[in-house]
């Protein structure tokens, strides 16, 4: 009896070891682990955020970068977003679950706890305050805001990295889209010497908000063979209308209206309606679709083609915008465009039927 009592505790303690090491193990797997469990990416601003391997919940809170999001397939992962966003007609469109995201603000303000609520792998934005806020509730935070072509650039391939998956051959494809119509317009122009005199007013409401030199909006004016109105630096500033006025423009391109809404309004004003531009007819409303094409957009790479165009149409009488449009939706968005639809957008209409 006695010696079956030995063999029993003998075989509990040997259990009991094993129960031991095999525990030790595990733990030892789980912290081999944790640092495959996230990974690193250096934002717009130069900061490194630490993210999850695999990123599943985004919140997006920049306007402009929903819609990068939706071109690299990556709009089933958001759980917050803004509420312009929400009632954006083409987003909308495009992805109708948009209605069911969670938009974390109350009026222009940021609620934290809201956000927190959405329970987000990442959060991105371009605000310092909301960056800042974020990160203090030790939130994954990354800031994607660029004001340059080469910016943009950069932009699309940070929230490819973010999104992961198949987001960054999506982005590749979009950057070689990107340089293949710059260099066709480009290509286009060479030998081209008359750049006409573009203003780019930001919206009918305010005919004084305006860009000028050192923006993006500078740049693709530039990079359509044209060249800006204004000399002074800054984006969305505030001009006088006697100094709009002196500037003289041949191209007066108005963003966020329709072409029929730019001229009415510029015409109501009674010196901007003496302008050269105005008189012959040479407004614009910018196109507008999934954001509008002006700036902080991915269809930039559709703005420089119908820029181009109208500063020089007689160089560009083989370029169907309309069609363009068409393969671009298609292509990144999965969304068939008819040829209303493409014309739509093109007016700067935000109808989509």
């Given at each position: 009896?006695?010696h ?11 259990l ?11 733990t ?32 997006d809170l ?9 071109l ?5 992962k958001l ?6 966003i ?23 303000d ?21 960056i ?14 660029y ?39 480009k ?8 750049k006409?005199?573009v ?11 305006v ?29 006088t ?7 003289n ?10 072409t ?6 510029l ?15 040479h407004?614009?409303?910018?196109p ?8 902080y ?6 703005q ?16 169907h ?8 939706y298609?292509k990144?968005?999965?969304?068939q ?16 039927k």
């Open positions: 009896m006695k079956q009592v030995r063999f029993v505790a003998g075989i509990l303690s040997i009991a070891l094993a129960t031991i090491v095999v525990g030790c193990g595990n030892s797997k789980s912290s081999s682990n944790s640092s495959t469990t996230t990974r690193t990416v250096t934002d717009m601003s130069g900061t490194k955020v630490k993210l999850p391997t695999q990123v599943s919940r985004v919140a920049w306007h402009a970068n929903n819609q990068v999001v939706m690299l397939g990556g709009q089933k759980v917050a977003t803004t509420q312009m929400k009632t954006e007609p083409w987003i909308n469109a495009i992805f109708p679950g948009i209605s069911k995201v969670k938009a974390p603000f109350s009026g222009e940021m609620q934290i706890e809201a956000l927190l609520k959405t329970k987000p792998d990442v959060v991105i934005s371009s605000d310092p305050g909301q800042k806020q974020a990160r203090n509730a030790k939130l994954p935070t990354v800031n994607a805001m004001q340059d072509f080469a910016g943009l650039r950069r932009s699309v391939n940070l929230t490819a990295n973010v999104l992961g998956g198949n987001a960054p051959k999506v982005a590749k494809n979009y950057q070689k889209d990107l340089t293949s119509n710059l260099n066709y317009v290509t286009q122009l060479k030998g081209v010497t008359n006409p005199k203003l780019h007013i930001v919206n009918s409401t305010n005919l004084n908000v860009d000028g030199q050192n923006t993006i909006v500078d740049e693709w004016i530039k990079a359509a063979g044209g060249q800006n109105a204004l000399s002074q630096k800054g984006n969305m500033i505030s001009v209308t006697e100094k709009l006025a002196k500037s423009p041949d191209v007066i391109i108005v963003g966020s209206t329709t029929a809404n730019a001229l009415k309004a015409k109501k004003d009674p010196v901007l309606s003496k302008l050269t531009a105005v008189k012959t007819g407004v614009y409303g910018n507008q679709g999934t954001f509008p094409w002006d700036r957009s991915a269809e930039e790479a559709l420089v083609l119908w820029a181009a165009q109208k500063l020089h149409p007689a160089q560009f009488k083989q370029l915008m309309t069609q363009k449009t068409q393969a671009f298609q990144y968005y999965n969304y465009l008819s040829r209303h639809q493409a014309n739509l957008i093109l007016s700067g209409s935000t109808a989509t």
